[in-house]
Nanobody, 115 residues
């Protein structure tokens, strides 16, 4: 069993920056592919960025050039640095982890970008 605990998020003005962190616990945490999804009101949950256990990142088009995902395997954490935030980035951000067919989610953290 894997538990994901998120921190960070909050309210920021457009153009500002925020950082999210997710800590994974459990015996297989270091083998997880980890990432971030988000869900805005009335919309489906969508991928923001993911990084494999060996550190290969991938980004949604909306995140490219503005967001950076990184992981620390020693600490079993994944971070999302978000720069140049836009009002349309407002959403609940969820940490996601997967190993094999097992998928895990964090509880979600709110990011609100004011215009």
């Amino acid at each position: 069993q894997v538990q994901l605990v998120e921190s960070g998020g909050g309210l920021v003005q457009a153009g500002g920056s925020l950082s999210l962190t997710c800590a994974a616990s459990g015996s297989t945490a270091s083998s997880l592919a980890m990432g971030w999804y988000r869900q805005a009101p009335g919309k489906q949950r969508e991928l923001v960025a993911v990084v494999g256990s060996k550190g290969s990142p991938a980004y949604a088009n909306s995140a490219k050039g503005r967001f950076t995902i990184s992981r620390d395997n020693a600490k079993n954490t994944v971070a999302l640095q978000m720069n140049s935030l836009l009002p349309e980035d407002t959403a609940v951000y969820y940490c996601h982890a997967q190993i094999g067919l097992n998928v895990y989610w964090g509880q979600g953290t709110q990011v609100t970008v004011s215009s």
